[in-house]
Antibody, heavy 120, light 108 residues
Framework: EVQLVESGGGLVQPGGSLRLSCAAS????????MNWVRQAPGKGLEWISYISSSGRTIYYADSMKGRFTISRDNAKNSLYLQMNSLRAEDTAVYYC?????????????WGQGTLVTVSS | SYVLTQPPAVSVAPGQTARITCGGNNIGSKSVHWYQQKPGQAPVLVVYDDTDRPSGIPERFSGSSSGNTATLTISRVEAGDEADYYC???????????FGTGTKVTVL
């Protein structure tokens, strides 16, 4: 069974940093591209970043580029999101999601999410 | 940047058909995917590649896409279908995932 479990969320002050982790199991992690998606309270889904299976190809949403860094450790079956210079508007539930293997770019499995609250 | 527009809300009586639209420039030339999200839960893929269903998704969920509009159709709506629904495409010009604005489906 495919499982994605996010961790690392919590309360952080504006301007602070946080590193999110996503532990993957139930599939060959090193074969799949991965993504981070967030959802602010009461709002819609917002894609953050994509990383290829090898980690060599990375894409970011324009609004997050320069502040957020996606990475992965295939030996540890883990995906990461380093978030710096956090703002109140970054408050959201952060999901990791597996990219389909088909080349059509859709997200076939999602974690349950971890809540990040940016507030003083 | 590529924009996907959905109606904020759709209401439907049990047993009837709900149609949720997703508008985007020449969306018919892209692969469209749909997600269902119930309150407090993660999104779940219900349709991919315009018309295909993942295993475990009822046949009542179907999709279509042409021109500037893609549509998710839910037939014989049940109370358990009440949720937010999002369309999504991959924008090759920017290498970005793009999600629609979301539609809240209410079962009357």
């Amino acid at each position: 069974e495919v499982q994605l479990v996010e961790s690392g969320g919590g309360l952080v002050q504006p301007g602070g940093s946080l590193r999110l982790s996503c532990a993957a199991s139930g599939f060959t992690f090193s074969s799949y591209s991965m993504n981070w998606v967030r959802q602010a309270p009461g709002k819609g889904l917002e894609w953050i970043s994509y990383i290829s299976s090898s980690g060599r190809t990375i894409y970011y949403a324009d609004s997050m580029k320069g502040r957020f860094t996606i990475s992965r450790d295939n030996a540890k079956n883990s995906l990461y999101l380093q978030m710096n210079s956090l703002r109140a508007e970054d408050t959201a539930v952060y999901y990791c999601a597996r990219d389909s293997f088909s080349g059509s770019y859709y997200l076939d499995y999602w974690g349950q999410g971890t809540l990040v609250t940016v507030s003083s | 940047s590529y924009v996907l527009t959905q109606p904020p809300a759709v209401s439907v009586a049990p047993g009837q058909t709900a149609r949720i639209t997703c508008g985007g420039n020449n969306i018919g030339s892209k692969s469209v995917h749909w997600y269902q999200q119930k309150p407090g839960q993660a999104p779940v893929l219900v349709v991919y590649d315009d018309t295909d269903r993942p295993s475990g998704i009822p046949e009542r969920f179907s999709g279509s896409s042409s021109g500037n509009t893609a549509t998710l159709t839910i037939s014989r709506v049940e109370a358990g279908d009440e949720a937010d629904y999002y369309c999504q495409v991959w924008d090759r010009s920017s290498d970005h995932y793009v999600f629609g604005t979301g539609t809240k489906v209410t079962v009357l």
